[in-house]
């Protein structure tokens, strides 16, 4: 048995370390989303394709590099360049034909693109799990009954660091100011000399890369890998991300991180099969409240 | 801009034959002709509208496909059938989906839900407390009223994408709430359940059920259109072409979107019902996001707003993985591709409507 | 008025067709109808010998069941090739016709039917329970002998359908194994994971049901969504509530990452895991933390007399060794077999029951049947992982 305050720390560990999955995977959805308004349902495919990468990718190294942290960054960093080109050429080849098309038949377009990613690796894979194995070594703090795992950590500061460097990207550089502006207003944009195509281009480049690290730390924490992983994270990501505020990054951060915090109060709370429930009630009685999310600002939308 | 909404105004107060005044008002990019087969097909799609304006094109063409539909249990195997079958419960569902998404332009991720209202009511009533599955049909809309009320009055008053996202939190709900409550059979859901009777004859046979569906595709097609051609139908459109400008103009915006909302569940889970007996068993499973990705795919690929349009998106969903059902899992990669591969060259879908 | 006009005549024109529908296709329907025993009795007489028995399957060969699927067609396709090499069933050779059910009740339906419109003389397979149960429906309608051989939900036995056999004990069975071991190790609080579809959580359900009336006691009942990798804040809501034993009703697949978690969030009781779980990967992606999980299993292969043949012939087949459900699999074919042979023909009723008084003993135990065609002696057994390996356990 648990003392009260063991069970709350513990569940604010367990909300914070899947919070941090979600906040990843919402931060591509909301970018993509701010930029050109789609709801870019291949999204929890990348991250899915980018765990495979990884596992794949950490196979070949395991041998020279060992397969503890050192095989695991490498791994990260191979995954990010192939699902930031991979959801690059998705938009080249799928989604920029589209740009001027009726929103839903793009909706419709990054469905099909899910379906392709989805059993292309289903193929490949045999429909089979995977079993990442890795020697990074168990233990981690302990505080009474609670312990919480240098894995878990370490997770946390790498979606720390990757949070803040997004942040100051977004913030200060000039693609990141070319981003920010294309949300505004694209047209403007266009006249005022910005490579639109370019920075669209970039934005899926790093909304997938961002995927990509969900998905290898997906790989190094809960240890198994299947075809199917991206479906459930990819709408509940997507939820993180209207919680949020769709189309801010802090809001997908914050948004990510709560709706990792509210599943696991709805476990502890109402037991776990109606935490779902709980989840996207609060959602649907927050959107009545505040229909633009924690973050979001008011915007006048045509379809 | 200002000036077209003016005369759009006028149309909806004004009688019905401003149809095509209307649809002249409503600014489109003009059509390229295209070269190859998406050309082809622009061709094939235009000729089409050609033949089916005159009456005799129409007694042609509907002739021609009811009587093939119509004699297929004669020549078709069960499992044709059943591909048959499934291809005009797809076509229900869609026809519904499209009054919420094609005519009133809302984002609906949670159809699926509104066809689990029907299914679960309908089921529920004919295997625990023995209804007459017929006199469940009332019910069914009632429930299915009540139900729109509840997941429509918040979304209504939200905008596309906001609105995306509380249909699939609401279709999520429903399908959590049907696997953990006992009444709904839990994750097992409800199977066994017994047939239907009609004209003294009960509906085992798959051949029957074809023809009770297209009797259902038929009515829901003409009452659908009906709403279409209506002061109603035409709101929604305004609704859909300019919220902004619909609301300014005094078009009673949240109202009219939660009778669409209503329409739509109506028709969804009369579908639904239907479906339920006719599988004899339903299952939480049988309700995922997937299901609801399906319908608005079908919709959307068909055509959005042109019934025969999302007709035919549904066939095309329903029949395209039969067809390549003995390469394996090969088939639903290729109905990725090819899903991909019509949007670019069609984004208006396969049968859109028509826009002068 | 043209359009009334228009509207009448195809009301009227449908409603033709209907009643010509009706009066026209009812005498082949009929025929269908009736046509399994007709259709048995005519091929009786000419399938003596020389002919070819074929028997559909249903299985799901694309999707998230796929291995499972694949691995049941291997395993019925082995049995086959064996029985035709050594002179077939009666003189006749047996064929199979694959359809695959996706693991998705809609996807059964038409997969059912494609089968049916086949015309087979019997239908095995059957893996996913809510994909199984509506073509259970259209089978029975059909007439078709069914052989279930991996479903295992009691739902399916809820359905009292004549011609319905299941190869594979009942959860009921497997509970009452647990509530063996359960005595056996002296513990009283018990939580039960499962997945939120049918077959895990129709095993959680009669956890529930019967495990309080043995005097245990259910502390937690927790869902874990297919797929959904995070299940920390389940073990903490069970460690709070204090189970001394988590009975995992899922699959291998997610079971390893449990079992794991299970252990990283400080749970120290037992861990046991249900038939859906007894896999050897689950040992090698459990690693060290799988050791002690028990296994309320089917009967394993490995553990089988005779069984090193089987797999040794198996993997020399297909490569890979047979899953979990293979023996059931391959003795489904065998009881179809004897059970054809002893009514000396195909014929609907004289195979029904002969398959109902039939005692076979496979490689998966003894098959035979009680009166609601379950299997009549429970096949559950009990094993530990032991150096990564299983080992029998007697509770």
């Not at chain 3, 969030?265 to 992606?285: K, M, V």
């Not at chain 3, 398959?355 to 049947?369: A, M, P």
Request: hydrophobic residues 50%; glycine residues 12%.
């Amino acid at each position: 048995m648990l003392s009260a305050g063991e069970v709350i720390l513990q569940q604010l560990m367990n909300g914070l370390i899947l919070g941090s999955f979600y906040a990843l995977i919402a931060l591509g959805y909301s970018m993509v989303y701010g930029i050109i308004k789609l709801l870019n349902f291949a999204h929890g495919d990348i991250y899915m394709t980018g765990a495979f990468v990884g596992f794949f990718v950490f196979g070949i190294l395991a041998g020279t590099v060992g397969s503890s942290w050192g095989g695991v960054i490498l791994a990260m960093l191979a995954a990010m360049c192939v699902c930031g080109l991979l959801g690059f050429l998705i938009q080249l080849l799928a989604y920029r034909p589209l740009f001027d098309a009726p929103r839903l038949s793009l909706l419709i377009t990054a469905i099909g693109v899910s379906l392709i990613l989805y059993n292309t690796v289903m193929i490949i894979t045999n429909g089979e799990y995977m079993f990442f194995q890795h020697s990074i070594p168990a233990g981690g703090l302990t505080f009474g009954n609670v312990t919480i795992t240098w894995v878990q950590l370490v997770l946390l500061a790498i979606t720390a660091v990757l949070m803040l460097v997004l942040s100051w990207f977004i913030g200060t550089t000039i693609w990141g100011k070319a981003m920010r502006a294309i949300s505004l207003d694209k047209p403007t944009c266009r006249l005022m000399g910005i490579n639109v195509n370019k920075i669209i281009g970039l934005t899926f480049f790093i909304g997938s890369a961002l995927a990509a690290v969900a998905g290898v730390m997906s790989c190094v924490y809960y240890g198994s890998l299947h075809y199917f992983m991206g479906y459930m994270m990819g709408i509940k990501a997507f939820t993180a991300a209207v919680i949020g505020g769709i189309g801010s990054i802090p809001g997908a951060m914050l948004g990510g991180l709560l709706l990792g915090l509210l599943e696991a109060a709805g476990t502890q709370a109402l037991g776990s099969s109606w935490k779902d429930v709980f989840a996207f009630s609060l959602l649907i009685i927050m959107l009545i409240f505040k229909p633009t999310g924690l973050l979001g600002k008011t915007e006048i939308e045509r379809m | 801009m200002e000036h077209n909404e003016n005369i759009k105004l006028q149309n909806i107060e004004v009688t019905a034959n401003t149809a095509a005044a209307e649809e002249a008002a409503v600014e489109e990019p003009t059509v390229i002709q295209r070269k190859g087969i998406a050309g082809a097909w622009d061709n094939f799609v235009e000729g089409m509208y050609r033949l089916v304006e005159t009456t005799k094109g129409k007694i042609l063409v509907f002739g021609i496909l009811l009587i093939a539909v119509g004699t297929m249990p004669l020549w078709a195997s069960s499992y044709v059938l059943q591909v048959a079958w499934n291809a005009m419960f797809y076509m229900l569902l869609a026809i519904g989906c499209n009054i919420i998404v094609g005519y009133c332009g809302m984002c609906d991720l949670g159809y699926a839900a509104k066809f689990a209202v029907g299914a679960y009511t309908s089921a529920i009533l004919v295997k625990t407390f023995g209804w007459n599955f017929w006199l469940t049909l009332p019910v069914v809309i009632i429930f299915a009223i009540i139900a729109a009320c509840i997941m429509g009055g918040p979304v209504v008053r939200l905008r596309s994408d906001y609105l995306a996202i509380v249909t699939l939190g609401f279709g999520e709900i429903v399908r959590i709430v049907a696997r953990n409550l006992e009444i709904t059979g839990s994750a097992s859901g409800i199977s066994g359940i017994p047939r239907p009777y009609l004209f003294g004859v009960q509906l085992t046979k798959i051949w029957m059920w074809f023809f009770v569906f297209i009797i259902l595709v038929i009515i829901f097609v003409i009452a659908s259109n009906r709403l279409k051609n209506s002061r109603f139908g035409r709101a929604l459109e305004y609704i859909r072409e300019d919220e902004d400008a619909a609301e300014a103009m005094g078009v009673d915006v949240a109202r009219y979107k939660l009778w669409a909302f209503i329409m739509g569940t109506v028709f969804g889970a009369l579908a639904g019902a239907f479906y339920a007996m006719q599988m004899a068993a339903i299952s939480p499973n049988s309700f995922q996001f997937l299901q609801s990705a399906n319908i608005l795919l079908a919709v959307v690929l068909g055509g959005m707003g042109k019934v025969p349009g999302v007709m035919a998106g549904a066939a095309f969903f329903a029949i395209f993985p039969e067809v390549f059902r003995d390469i394996g899992e090969y088939r639903m990669l290729i109905f990725g591709i090819a899903l991909v591969i019509v949007m670019i060259f069609r984004p208006q879908g396969l049968w859109p409507e028509r826009r002068r | 008025m043209t359009k009334k006009w228009l509207l009448l005549l195809i009301m009227v024109l449908t409603l033709a067709l209907f009643a010509f529908g009706c009066a026209e296709s009812g005498e082949p329907a009929t025929e269908g109808q009736g046509g399994e025993e007709q259709a048995g009795e005519e091929s009786t007489g000419e399938e003596t010998s020389g002919g070819v028995i074929e028997i559909g399957v249903l299985a799901p060969t694309t999707g998230s069941e796929a291995y499972y699927g694949n691995d049941m067609v291997q395993s019925y396709q082995m049995a086959i090739d064996e029985i035709n090499e050594a002179g077939g069933v009666l003189g006749n050779t047996l064929e199979l016709f694959v359809e695959d059910d996706a693991c998705d009740a809609a996807q059964a339906a038409t997969a059912a039917s494609k089968i049916i419109s086949a015309e087979p003389d019997f239908v095995v397979g059957g893996y996913c329970s809510g994909a199984t149960i509506p073509a259970l429906q259209q089978f029975y309608d059909a007439g078709l002998i069914m052989l279930v051989s991996c479903a295992n939900s009691t739902n399916i036995t809820d359905l009292a359908l004549e011609q319905t056999f299941m190869i594979n004990s009942p959860g009921t069975h497997a509970v009452q194994t647990l509530s063996a071991l359960l005595s056996s190790l002296g513990v009283t609080k018990v939580a039960t994971i499962h997945q939120g579809d049918d077959y895990t959580k129709n095993l959680s359900d009669i956890c529930e049901a019967q495990l309080p009336e043995a005097g245990f006691e259910i502390v937690a009942v927790e869902v874990m969504e297919k797929g959904a990798a995070d299940v920390s804040a389940i073990v903490t809501a069970i460690r709070n509530a204090g189970a001394e034993f988590v009975y995992w009703c899922g699959y291998h697949a997610d079971g390893s990452n449990v079992i794991k978690q299970l252990r990283q969030g400080g749970y120290e009781g037992y861990i046991c895991c249900g038939d859906g779980s007894a896999s050897p990967e689950l040992i090698t992606a459990c690693g060290p933390d799988g050791e002690g999980v028990y296994v309320t299993s089917p009967p394993n292969v490995e553990l089988a007399e005779g069984g090193e043949e089987y797999i040794a012939k198996y993997t020399d087949l297909y490569g890979t060794g047979p899953g979990a459900y293979s023996t059931l699999c391959y003795d489904t074919i065998y009881v179809l077999k004897e059970a054809i042979e002893t009514a000396g023909s195909t014929d609907y009723e004289a195979v029904r029951d002969a398959i109902q008084n039939i005692e076979y003993q496979g490689l998966s135990g003894l098959i035979k049947f009680a009166e609601n065609r379950e299997l009549a002696v429970s096949n559950f057994i009990v094993m530990q992982i032991e150096d990564g390996a299983f080992k029998l356990i007697e509770p």
